[in-house]
């Protein structure tokens, strides 16, 4: 069972969504149907799986969906049609308190402008959702102060949220999101309001916290190098419709489509390809001229190999932890991974 | 031609009969309920008296100390402590002592109904479209009918005292309170909602520990405003028989008593520049840390 499962989820907005549904359902265009309607089609027909403990990444252009899309797993937005079942239940069956309570101990967010309430403290702020759990003061201030301090803010958790900078102010809501331990937490383009330097700091962060705690991550965004580094799968929407879900190297090697082909054409592929995914196994591996070779691990990037191999002019040979022979990568398949196809 | 030339009139027997009607059929309403209505309002007239004999019997230098404590508390500035003090001990000085403490009493009166009434209408506004839909027109005719057009409904209904003017007074100073605080929740930046709710508060706990909250600063320029319609609303309530400054100035009115007037409005002014000073600092001082709105 997979911990997020979306069915067939379509979203239309406007006065009369449901009389609309069937002209999506038929094919009709976004366009056609907002021309003849009035009607903006938000999601058309997406379904995907989430496996737990992964990062999944969905990407797309503003005005793809993505944000609705996320909105749709803790219903903050209801769909038109569709099913999202998380961990084997049916959201859309919940009642109204049934609802609260599955947003007070199974998900948490994170949002693109940080979504802080002013008027209270950080550690006001961390402890919202154990709050709204039902904790008392004590016990949430402890949690809170434990958050806050792995996102690196202690000594700050009697500022308000405008005394602090805008990275600063979204660690505070990653604690928030943090501090009520749900399994599952949902970041809408958390870091896109940082500037570049800031916003790689956050997703080492990030990447530090997963490893250590292994929730179920869904991240929207709209920088490809960001879905590439965080992401163990990509989900790319256009339009409202997911057009291609993949790894990382998937979707830069083997786009599905033309849009997904623009998106990556610029990628610094050195980054994103490791060794193994180029090399020729061992078994394969015939006439490769062993005289001239340097050894790599299968898991590093090309772009930490290659300026020896560009110094030397030599051959790899890709070996695993224990030092294993597992292929052989040619300077001319090298060559031949990195170019644009 | 005719028909071009001249509007077509309602019969004039028949709409003597109407107005009759609505005329005889009210009476008889108030006649029936014209008491219980007035048992209604009962604690608030007890509690207005009560204010007032108790501004009016304390000695003035109490009085006149709370209100300077009370500035200071709204506005933590000791220039306007010092203007506070200073405009009662004027007031007092030129006689104006006792007029001024009742006014005090039903500006604070009303002004509490105001926002125990007004608030929570507020509120049911900015939940429902269609509830705004509703009550807008009617916070439009409270606030632009002429105030002697209700008083005669009120008069009819209550007869001439405390409560029809305190009513009156309420009626002009409800709006400001009701729409700004609509508008405050209502502005409430949708994000930060959205956290709220995404991390499962109900309705109700969204509502207090969010958009009270937030829309405190919007929600308190509403009861400023409020404060500031009921002061001028002082006037026309000593028309029926409510004690206070507005007294004298009706007095001075019918006998050309150019002085008395001058004095008893500049003590409403007075009054008015306190009340509006103090609550607005109070309003800007609930606002720090709250950044700059989007």
């Known amino acids: ?341 | 031609m005719d028909f071009f030339n001249k509007i077509p009139v309602m019969d004039r027997t028949a709409l003597r009969e109407l107005k009759k009607g609505i005329d005889s059929s009210f009476k008889e309403f108030s006649r029936a309920y014209g008491d219980g209505i007035e048992g209604f309002f009962d604690p608030l007239l007890h509690f207005l008296i009560w204010l007032e004999k108790l501004l009016v019997s304390s000695p003035w230098p109490i009085v006149i100390g709370v209100f300077g404590l009370l500035a200071w508390i709204g506005s933590r500035s000791i220039k306007l402590v010092i203007g506070t003090i200073v405009c009662f001990l004027v007031i007092g000085y030129f006689g104006m002592w006792k007029n001024c403490m009742a006014t005090v009493a039903i500006i604070s009166v009303s002004t509490l109904v105001c926002i125990v009434v007004g608030i929570p209408i507020g509120v049911l506004m900015s939940k429902s479209d269609r509830a705004e839909k509703t009550i807008l027109p009617v916070l439009d005719m409270m606030q632009t009918i002429p105030s002697f057009v209700y008083l005669i409904p009120i008069i009819m209904l209550l007869g001439i005292g405390k409560v029809p003017g305190l009513l009156a007074v309420c009626i002009y100073a409800l709006p400001p309170v009701v729409r700004l605080t609509n508008l405050g929740i209502r502005e409430v930046d949708k994000e930060t909602l959205e956290a709220s709710e995404a991390f499962g508060a109900t309705p109700m706990q969204k509502l207090k520990s969010v958009q009270i909250p937030l829309s405190l600063p919007t929600i308190f320029a509403g009861v400023n405003q409020t404060i500031m319609m009921a002061l001028a609303m002082v006037v026309i309530a000593s028309m029926i028989g409510v004690k206070g400054l507005g007294v004298p100035i009706l007095q001075a009115i019918s006998n050309q008593y150019l002085a008395l007037g001058m004095m008893n409005g500049l003590a409403i002014v007075a009054l008015a520049i306190i009340f509006d000073r103090v609550t607005q600092q109070y309003g800007q001082r609930i606002q720090k840390h709250r950044g700059q709105k989007k």
Not at chain 1, 137 to 164: C, D, H, W
Not at chain 1, 264 to 291: C, L, Q, W, Y
């Open chain 1, 1 to 341: 069972m997979s911990k997020i499962e979306i069915n067939n989820v379509y979203k239309i907005f406007g006065k009369n969504p449901k009389s609309v549904l069937p002209m999506v359902k038929d094919g009709a265009t976004k366009e056609d149907i907002l021309d003849q309607t009035g009607h903006t089609v938000g999601l058309d027909n997406v379904s995907l799986k989430i496996e737990e403990g992964e990062t999944f990444v969905c990407m797309g252009l503003s005005g793809s969906g993505k944000s609705t899309l996320i909105r749709h797993l803790n219903r903050l937005i209801d769909p038109t049609d569709g099913d999202i079942l998380i961990e084997g239940t049916n959201v859309m069956s919940l009642n109204k308190e049934s609802l609260i309570d599955f947003r007070r101990h199974k998900m948490s967010m994170v949002f693109q402008r940080f979504g802080l309430f002013p008027h209270k403290t950080v550690i006001q702020n961390v402890g919202y959702g154990l709050e709204m759990q039902g904790k008392s003061e004590e016990e949430r201030n402890k949690t809170s102060m434990e958050k806050i301090e792995a996102v690196g803010l202690t000594g700050f958790e009697n500022q308000y949220p405008n005394q602090l900078s805008g990275g600063m102010q979204q660690r505070v809501g990653l604690a928030r999101a943090l501090a009520t331990d749900t399994d599952i937490m949902l970041m809408d383009e958390a870091f896109s309001a940082l500037d570049p330097l800031i916003r790689s700091d956050m997703q080492k962060q990030l990447m530090d916290l997963q490893a250590e705690l292994k929730k179920t991550i869904v991240f929207i965004t709209h920088d490809l190098d960001e879905s590439l580094r965080l992401g163990d799968h990509i989900g790319i929407l256009n339009a409202g419709k997911l057009v291609q879900v993949g790894t990382p190297v998937d979707i830069v090697m083997n786009p599905a489509d033309e849009y997904v082909e623009a998106f990556v054409k610029d990628v610094n592929r050195a980054k994103v390809i490791k060794a193994k995914v180029i090399m020729t196994p061992v078994n394969e591996a015939n006439g490769i001229d062993k005289s001239n070779m340097i050894k790599i691990e299968e898991d590093q990037f090309i772009e930490e190999f290659l300026p020896q191999i560009v110094c030397t002019n030599s051959n790899c040979e890709v070996v695993d932890k224990q030092g294993n022979t597992k292929g052989y990568i040619s300077n001319k398949e090298l060559q031949s991974s990195l170019l644009k196809s």
